[in-house]
């Protein structure tokens, strides 16, 4: 099966700094990539699609000067959380697409992120 | 909108048989996916149905019904390690229902 790869997979950050999380397709190419976020006991909620070489599509209620994403490349994504606070700590999961694959969607390990 | 309904929590006996429900209402629909994940780990691939009926796949079988809205996942001769929430998600990008924790006791 394919495989996707996340960077760092815990990650812990003070207050007001950012923190960059990167999404690796190791063996398909991504024309599509997609972040969730994961609060604990609760489901995943997307947080917005990325195509290579596009802006990313938000959704709604997600700040994108916040969640700045860059998916430059047909193998690679990144999540930038600027300015963090203690809300964002979360569990962070990407998933790439390929498009002759259909529909379905390879998710990476997931990042652990903590703002003290 | 999007909105998607499963149990919150199930329990069986390893070596049973559990069917796990999913109720869906979608402004569009493009397949209905089944992921199972274990506590702090992404999720992974189950079943896709695209189509109404069964699908098999080893100890798992996903079904589906379009004109219903519904969904259920059978999972067949349980084992511990079974035990995991267990997420349908629908349409073109995944919206996940809110998960269904499986535990499984001896």
């Known amino acids: 099966g394919a495989v996707v790869s996340q960077h760092p997979s815990r990650v812990i950050c003070k207050s007001g700094t950012s923190v960059k999380i990167e999404c690796r397709s190791l063996?398909?190419?991504?024309?599509?990539m997609f972040w969730y976020r994961q609060f604990p006991k609760q489901s995943l909620m997307l947080m917005a699609t990325s195509n290579e070489g596009s802006k990313a599509t938000y959704e709604q209620g997600v700040e994108k000067d916040k969640f700045l994403i860059n998916h430059a490349s047909l193998t690679l994504s990144t999540l930038t959380v600027t300015s963090a606070h203690p809300e964002d700590s979360s569990f962070y999961i990407c998933?790439?697409?390929?498009?002759?694959?259909?529909?379905?969607?390879?998710f990476g390990p997931g990042t652990r992120l903590t703002v003290t | 909108g999007q909105n998607i309904d499963q149990p919150t929590e199930m329990t069986a006996t390893e070596g049973a048989i559990v069917q796990i429900n999913c109720t869906y209402q979608?402004?569009?629909?493009?397949?209905l996916f089944w992921y199972q994940q274990h506590a702090g780990e992404a999720p992974t691939f189950l079943s896709y149905n695209v189509l109404d009926g069964l699908e098999e796949k080893g100890r798992f079988s996903s079904f589906l019904s379009r004109s219903k809205g519904y969904s259920y996942l059978l999972l067949k001769e349980l084992q511990m390690k079974d035990s995991a929430s267990y997420l349908c998600?629908?349409?073109?990008?995944?919206?996940f229902g809110k998960g269904t924790k499986l535990s499984v006791i001896p």
């Open positions: 998933s790439g697409r390929e498009g002759d694959r259909g529909n379905e969607q390879y």
């Open positions: 979608t402004s569009g629909f493009n397949g």
């Open positions: 063996d398909f190419q991504a024309t599509t």
């Open positions: 998600a629908v349409s073109y990008q995944l919206t």
